[in-house]
């Protein structure tokens, strides 16, 4: 049975696909069968993968398919669930009625943070609504905030410094959350991959790519760890 990781952020433009299809290409790296579902009206994910097939750069062991309502994403998932070992959703980038039906569906909901208060603000949102969500079901769904798009100029932005005392705060209030340790710089080819360019892991070894891959291979490491590690960090 596949695990359901989420990407869910309120904000457009926070990184969520960008995130997604980093994931899915160190997921599928370490043979596993990655389905990537797009249920975002603006169809970001389902384009990159039209061009991925346009250029010839299909990667191995993922999938991409698309569902635009709540009986399609829970059909999706229930559908796949045998097929894949990592269902992994793009959620829409406004608060909607589908991110109830994805986050009951997800084992992990990621929250991509940008160094800026509406992008943090965003992921406080999604933390309640998980925390909302597992309270009315039931259920133990994990939230996981993910810093992105982060500079070393950014790193002294008054916002960047907010963002560790901010889901402090959260945990504070009894919310289940955690703020992963890896971060994602701002790196061309995150955006460049988004041009049907297949997955970061496809691409030439240059410096750039290294440092990426290095990058992308710990934050799957973490939410892995943090994953496995959190019923007893709920508990203790």
């Known amino acids: 049975m596949s695990l359901t990781y989420a990407v869910v952020s309120n904000k457009g433009g926070a990184g969520k696909t960008t995130l997604a299809t980093l994931l899915a290409g160190e997921y599928a790296l370490g043979q596993q069968r990655v389905l990537m579902v797009d249920a975002d009206g603006r169809r970001n994910l389902a384009g990159w993968w039209k061009l991925c097939h346009a250029k010839g750069n299909v990667p191995d062991k993922i999938e991409v398919t698309t569902a635009a309502t709540q009986r399609a994403i829970a059909d999706v998932v229930e559908r796949y669930r045998n097929s894949f070992d990592l269902v992994l959703i793009d959620a829409p980038g ?27 603000e965003a992921a406080g949102q999604t933390a309640a609504e998980v925390n909302d969500i597992n309270d009315r079901f039931g259920l133990s769904v994990i939230h996981m905030n993910v810093r992105t798009r982060i500079t070393l100029p950014g790193r002294s932005l008054a916002a960047y410094r907010f963002i560790r005392p901010f889901v402090a705060g959260l945990i504070e209030a009894n919310y289940q959350t955690m703020l992963l340790q890896t971060e994602l710089f701002e790196r061309n080819v995150y955006r460049d991959i988004q041009n049907g360019l297949g997955t970061l892991q496809m691409q ?10 290095l990058e992308v291979k710990a934050l799957v490491e973490e939410i892995e760890l943090r994953r496995v590690a959190a019923p007893d960090e709920v508990t203790a």
């Open 204 to 213: 030439d070894l240059t410096e750039s790519v290294r440092k990426a891959r």
């Open 94 to 120: 406004v608060d909607s009625v589908l991110q109830t039906t994805i986050i009951r569906s997800s084992d992990v909901v990621l929250s991509p943070v940008q160094p800026g208060i509406k992008e943090i």
